[in-house]
T-cell receptor, first 115, second 113 residues
Framework: DAGVIQSPRHEVTEMGQEVTLRCKPI?????LFWYRQTMMRGLELLIY????????DSGMPEDRFSAKMPNASFSTLKIQPSEPRDSAVYFC?????????????FGQGTRLTVV | LAKTTQPISMDSYEGQEVNITCSHN???????ITWYQQFPSQGPRFIIQ???TKVTNEVASLFIPADRKSSTLSLPRVSLSDTAVYYC??????????????FGRGTSLIVHP
């Protein structure tokens, strides 16, 4: 397996534009997580899905952020409209839940810059 | 979820053994202790996990005392390529039925020549 695949790797956009980040989890995994990493706040969990269903989105900062998982092999994180403070590295991770010793696998991340 | 405390940064030299200690005083009976490693411009990577006593793999060793209120990640004979941020996680299953990796600030390890 190629691991968790995220696209694009880098995104530069202007304030106010819509941004869509994409993630393909590892085949067979049943949990998917979106994280955001900044120097100020570290690695924050935004939302996670279990069997394609959003379970907890309490980490999503504002209504400008939305995430979907239409099927087991694809998820998107959308920011509309984007703002400069959204600049960060966004990571997607997936896992196959097997109890408290579950291991999560992370993608390479998308570095988002909003100017 | 149990909160973890670990040093913000550590420095070492090539060939030395590095020990990073993590405190988790409120660890629950069912919690496992998991360590991740993150290189610059990459996502975190699982390196080792344990419940009690000692666990060893090809990358590191994990020492957990009997009270489980702390754990120590041991990296033998580090090299420059071990420069990374190391995260200690403890956690249980969420109400939604998933195990959610929740990260603190980690320990930034810099290995010098």
């Amino acid at each position: 397996d190629a691991g968790v695949i995220q696209s694009p790797r880098h995104e530069v956009t202007e304030m106010g534009q819509e941004v869509t980040l994409r993630c393909k989890p590892i085949s067979g995994h049943n949990s998917l997580f979106w994280y955001r990493q900044t120097m100020m706040r570290g690695l924050e969990l935004l939302i996670y899905f279990n069997n394609n269903v959003p379970i907890d989105d309490s980490g999503m900062p504002e209504d400008r952020f939305s995430a979907k998982m239409p099927n087991a092999s694809f998820s998107t994180l959308k920011i509309q409209p984007s703002e400069p403070r959204d600049s960060a590295v966004y990571f997607c991770a997936s896992s196959f839940f097997r109890g408290v010793n579950t291991e999560a696998f992370f993608g390479q991340g998308t570095r988002l810059t909003v100017v | 979820l149990a909160k973890t405390t670990q040093p913000i940064s550590m420095d070492s030299y090539e060939g030395q053994e590095v020990n990073i200690t993590c405190s988790h005083n409120n660890i629950a009976t069912n919690d496992y202790i998991t360590w991740y490693q993150q290189f610059p411009s990459q996502g975190p990577r699982f390196i080792i996990q344990g419940y009690k006593t000692k666990v060893t793999n090809e990358v590191a060793s994990l020492f957990i005392p009997a009270d489980r209120k702390s754990s120590t990640l041991s990296l033998p004979r580090v090299s420059l390529s071990d420069t990374a941020v190391y995260y200690c996680l403890v956690g249980d299953i969420s109400s939604g039925g998933s195990y959610i990796p929740t990260f603190g600030r980690g320990t930034s390890l810099i290995v010098h020549p």
